[in-house]
């Protein structure tokens, strides 16, 4: 066998099979799923997710499942991303901020559709795996990278037209809250309020300087490790 030549027929191999399996997760997962915005579809169907996951993950990219990560954390999945991101209705020009970014995938669709991102990150072997991953797939400052407790959100930026907590929380902090632009909209996961109830995708809205929330769908992911309660002290 002519190893020159085997190499890149194998590595040509692997791309086409990464790209067969974003559309069958185009056409099967997120189609069927309520995932109607062309852009999003668009978005995901041309993003490689499997370069936002560490190497010995990437054959689970498209899996129908949050995809685990070091540091009890999760690349979600990709319908859950897609439909959350849906339910902030990105305009061209948006400012965006992303909390919890992980690897950044979600940052990347959302940058995608025309919203300039701030995506906050405090574990710096995610926030590596992201800004390899973003490197070369936007036009530059399409994603501001910044590694920070995701729990505050980012004042320095605000205010935002959107908001994206990348994970289950426990509430929607006042704070964050306070950081939306008057009409801004907010899309995390609510953890469920008690054993046998469903943890709930929920979008809110900013208006006359109150915010509320609607539940949108049921949404299982894990916990981000920033946004819980530190443990009682028991004597």
């Not at 191999?13 to 559309?23: L, V």
């Not at 901020?97 to 990150?121: I, M, N, P, Q």
């Not at 006042?174 to 469903?198: F, H, K, M, N, W």
Request: glycine letters at 8%.
């Amino acid at each position: 066998m002519d190893l020159d030549h085997a190499q890149p027929r194998v590595v040509a191999d692997a791309e086409d099979g990464m790209a067969t399996a974003r559309r069958f997760m185009v056409d099967g997962q997120l189609r069927p799923n309520k995932v109607t915005d062309p852009r999003l579809l668009a978005a995901m169907g041309d993003l490689p997710r499997e370069r936002f996951l560490p190497p010995g993950l990437a054959a689970r990219a498209y899996a129908d499942e949050d995809v685990r990560l070091p540091g009890a954390r999760a690349l979600m999945q990709p319908m859950a991303i897609a439909r959350l991101l849906q339910l902030l209705r990105i305009r061209d020009g948006d400012r965006l901020l992303v909390l919890g970014a992980g690897t950044g995938y979600a940052a990347a669709v959302a940058a995608s559709c025309g919203a300039r991102v701030v995506a906050v990150e405090s574990d710096a072997a995610l926030l590596a795996i992201a800004r390899q991953a973003l490197g070369g797939l936007l036009p530059a400052g399409a994603v501001t990278l910044v590694r920070a407790d995701p729990a505050p959100g980012h004042a320095a930026g605000a205010p935002y037209d959107a908001i994206l907590i990348e994970g289950e929380v426990p509430s929607v902090p006042d704070a964050i809250a306070a950081q939306l632009a008057e009409g801004g909209r907010l899309a995390t996961v609510l953890a469920a309020p008690d054993r046998g109830a469903s943890s709930r995708a929920v979008w809110g809205v900013r208006h006359a300087g109150s915010f509320s929330v609607t539940d949108a769908f049921d949404c299982a992911t894990l916990p981000l490790p920033a946004f819980q309660p530190a443990p009682a002290f028991v004597f």
